[in-house]
């Protein structure tokens, strides 16, 4: 089936605010009217800067999150309506996820063994002896040898245990994996290793992929598809070759300028000022405060989306959006 396997549409997740440990009467808006999609076999990177809201979209496409409104459909079914039971069943066996550190994601105390076969006793899958071979073919499926499995996970490096994260995130066959920073802790020699492997297992498997990173040369170079988010908010959204290339969003642009090879021709924009804060996002576009071309309009709502106009299905939201650095075809 071609589609999207799970979209978000028109998401918001409203949390009550702490201070000091006490929960405040203020609300942060962690993600407001977000939609978005990945469908089978898709890389869809989602970057922004620190509190944008990529973990919150991240918690709710796989299920840790309930949205506060809006809609999750898995294969067009909406997730939220559903009976617990067969929400649970369906998060749980269809969407997998990759925490950013694995050192804290696993746990230390289980042998690898265990660690892949806890979901597969818990959703039952197969008899025990089905089980033992599920676990050596999901080492292999990750490049680990066979004997990993007795390892603890404190004895393996941090490559080797991202390695084990990841084949525990497939041990039920998920259709879509979130990997929310995955690489961001390990050693820069081995991050290419773990991104080179997610890419592998998308094409043999033909896994989706929500793949998070404030390493936006990372997500260029791995991603389909590009949302960026600010404050909240998914600004722009599109084909990564046309988000990365022709931002038409001015933080987008600022976000892309900063890595020249990416956005080929176009000036360093460098952003001042500080994000204002999620409980209090400015009206209009959370974005206006910091951005260079800003005037009254930009107060008055949060810009509706605008298409390219071609089938890519490139957007944006904004009201002065950026001039083509040069003409697609
Ligand atoms: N459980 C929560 N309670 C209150 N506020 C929260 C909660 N979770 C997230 N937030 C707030 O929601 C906003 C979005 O957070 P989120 O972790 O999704 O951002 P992020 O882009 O993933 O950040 P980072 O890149 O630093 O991980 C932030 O202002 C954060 O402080």
């Known amino acids: 089936m071609n589609g999207p396997v799970v979209s978000l549409e028109r998401v918001h997740v409203v949390h009550t605010a702490r201070s000091g440990g006490m929960f405040s009467r203020d609300k942060v808006h962690a993600l407001t009217d977000a939609t978005v999609s990945v469908g089978r076999g898709e890389i869809l990177g989602v970057v922004g800067e620190s509190g944008c809201g990529k973990s919150t979209l991240a918690k709710v496409v796989v ?17 939220w309506s559903m009976p617990a039971k067969a929400r649970r069943e ?29 979901p597969l006793d818990i959703h039952r899958r ?37 390695r084990v994260a990841v084949a525990r995130a497939l041990a039920l066959e998920p259709q879509v994996i979130v990997a929310d920073e995955p690489t961001s ?25 929500v793949f998070i990173s404030h390493d936006i040369q990372t997500v260029r170079y791995l991603a389909d598809r590009i949302a960026v988010m600010y404050l909240g908010r998914v600004v722009e959204e599109g084909p990564a070759a046309e988000v990365a290339g022709e931002a038409r969003h001015p933080y987008t642009r600022a976000l892309f300028s900063a890595t020249p090879s990416l956005l080929d021709g176009a000036e360093r924009i460098v952003l001042t000022g500080p994000v204002p804060s999620a409980t209090r996002p400015p009206s209009g576009c959370p974005f206006r405060t910091r951005c260079w071309k800003a005037t009254d309009e930009c107060s008055a709502q949060f810009p509706p989306s605008t298409p390219a106009g071609r089938e890519s299905g490139h957007s944006w939201h904004c009201v002065h959006p950026e001039p083509l650095l040069r003409s697609i075809p």
């Open 185 to 209: 802790a390990l050693d820069v020699s081995v991050r290419a290793q773990v991104l080179n492997l997610l890419v592998d297992l998308r094409a043999s498997l033909g896994l989706g992929l």
């Open 90 to 118: 369906t998060f749980g066996t269809s969407v997998g996820m990759v925490f950013q550190d694995a050192s804290t994601a696993l746990n230390p105390r289980l042998p690898v063994r265990r660690i892949l076969r806890d």
């Open 63 to 79: 299920g840790l999150q309930p949205p506060t409104s809006g809609t999750v459909r898995f294969r067009g079914d909406d997730l």
């Open 126 to 162: 197969g008899t025990v002896r089905q089980r033992e071979e599920r676990v050596r073919d999901l080492l292999d499926l990750v490049g680990l040898p066979g004997h990993t499995a007795d390892a603890l996970p404190g004895r393996l490096s941090g490559g080797q245990r991202q």
